[in-house]
């Protein structure tokens, strides 16, 4: 579980300081980071550091992401733009995220009912 929890970090990180930032200019959006290596340095983190840390570290970041999205205006999330050749508008792509959370909390649910 801990690496599941750890592993929201560095990609709320990444969204709340690498897209967020970006989407709406007109400069490039950074590329993302490599998943694989990005998860398992996450994974490694969370193995060896204090549970309670990884927990306070994701809570974190997690309530700046969602002040950040909160304080984007209601005209914005219809609005398009494009990671690499793929077009989207702000409401798919945060959709597309809150579906892989849910993957991931569904695993917690599931390990925690065993």
């Not at 970041?61 to 398009?80: F, N, V």
Request: charged residues 30%; proline residues 4%.
């Amino acid at each position: 579980m801990a690496e599941i929890i750890g592993h929201f970090a560095p990609w709320d990180e990444f969204v709340l300081h690498k897209r967020l930032p970006y989407i709406f200019t007109e400069h490039t959006l950074p590329k993302g980071p490599d998943a694989e290596s990005t998860n398992e340095k996450s994974a490694t983190i969370s193995r060896e550091q204090d549970k309670q840390v990884t927990i306070d570290h994701f809570v974190s970041l997690r309530k700046a992401l969602y002040k950040a999205i909160d304080e984007i205006p209601d005209d914005r999330w219809e609005g398009e733009f494009s990671i690499g050749k793929t077009t989207l508008s702000l409401y798919e792509y945060f959709k597309g995220l809150a579906q892989h959370d849910l993957h991931h909390f569904e695993q917690i649910e599931n390990s925690l009912c065993k």
